[in-house]
T-cell receptor, first 116, second 115 residues
């Protein structure tokens, strides 16, 4: 399967713990996006990368969230000191595209986080 | 702030019925418009997209959507639904911000098609 992959698929953690998720995009895609999706809502944009540069961050992204894409390939999303409100599906998507252009995004299966 | 409204949260149809799902957005500038579908247990995948040109766009599986700029709408249609169209449908709008396009999704419409 050469699509977007995410690991782990499910994560249960206790409040206050740190968690890290990984996303592997489609190999030739230079853009990588992170979203959060809660029940009954659409995906909510968190941040995106153009190669290794983080170009946009949502104002909704608290300072407990950090994302990296060190070599312009896979990306990690870390949540520090998790709270129950962080429980959600975290989606990763990738696309082609230079800055200023818009291409379709290919989504991964998501990581479902449950904070107890 | 940019927003996307999908007014129909739950739609139940019988096979062969016609479908129209509404999508309205609030941004007045340059936009790119998308409809995504999520079948049960599967990833989000693209149904169709509008960037420019003909405002009537055709997508996969017989779906089409019409961009009406004056109404800020991008409604999804299918003349005759099938049981296999049962899924969650999301409208998404990308707006230009600082030279890059930031996507905003609607909350989704759950479609159930009875055989």
């Amino acid at each position: 399967d050469t699509g977007v992959s995410q690991d782990p698929r499910h994560k249960i953690t206790k409040r206050g713990q740190n968690v890290t998720f990984r996303c592997d995009p489609i190999s030739e895609h230079n853009r990588l996006y992170w979203y959060r999706q809660t029940l009954g809502q659409g995906p909510e944009f968190l941040t995106y990368f153009q190669n290794e540069a983080q170009l946009e961050k949502s104002r909704l992204l608290s300072n407990r969230f950090s994302a990296e894409r060190p070599k312009g390939s896979f990306s990690t999303l870390e949540i520090q000191r998790t709270e129950q409100g962080d429980s959600a599906m975290y989606l990763c998507a990738s696309s082609l595209g230079e800055q200023g252009n818009a291409y379709e995004q290919y989504f991964g299966p998501g990581t479902r986080l449950t904070v107890t | 702030a940019q927003s996307v409204s999908q007014h129909n949260h739950h739609v139940i149809l019988s096979e062969a019925a016609s479908l129209e799902l509404g999508c309205n957005y609030s941004y007045g500038g340059t936009v790119n418009l998308f409809w995504y579908v999520q079948y049960p247990g599967q990833h989000l995948q693209l149904l169709l997209k509008y960037f420019s040109g003909d405002p009537l766009v055709k997508g996969i599986k017989g779906f089409e959507a019409e961009f009406i700029k004056s109404k800020f709408s991008f409604n999804l249609r299918k003349p005759s639904v099938q049981w296999s169209d049962t899924a969650e449908y999301f409208c998404a709008v990308k707006t230009l911000s600082g030279g890059s396009y930031i996507p905003t999704f609607g909350r989704g419409t759950s479609l159930i098609v009875h055989p």
